[in-house]
């Protein structure tokens, strides 16, 4: 069974940066891609940036210039560094896999439980 644990969440002030990651652990046999998304209350969710595993990565309009995701797949691993947070960033954050499991010839979605990151003075 695959499973998303994220991580690095928490409260920061306007400006500030935080880092999250996200490890990808069970029986895993391909990861197509991993990503970010995040949800505010009453609002959908929605991405924040992605990472195929040819190293292309695509990102939310809003967070260009300020956020950006990389990994490590010798590890199942992905990060999202945050830098220059504002309030409108406050969310929770949930990691997403599109991952091929082992015994199976098909991709299935998998998320974290997600991780709180909270801006504010």
């Known amino acids: 069974q695959v499973h998303l644990v994220e991580s690095g969440g928490g409260l920061v002030r306007p400006g500030g940066s935080l880092r999250l990651s996200c490890a990808a652990s069970?029986?895993?046999?391909?990861?197509?891609?991993m990503g970010w998304y995040r949800q505010a209350p009453g609002k959908q969710r929605d991405l924040v940036a992605r990472i195929t595993a040819g190293g292309s990565t695509n990102y939310a309009d809003s967070v260009k210039g300020r956020f950006t995701i990389s990994e490590d797949r010798s590890k199942n691993t992905v990060y999202l560094q945050m830098n220059s947070l504002k309030p409108e960033d406050t969310a929770v954050y949930y990691c997403?896999?599109?991952?091929?499991?082992?015994?199976?010839?098909?991709?299935?979605?998998?998320w974290g439980q997600g991780t709180q990151v909270t801006v504010s003075s």
């Open positions: 069970g029986g895993i046999r391909h990861i197509n891609t």
């Open positions: 997403n896999g599109v991952i091929m499991a082992s015994g199976q010839p098909w991709v299935l979605d998998y």
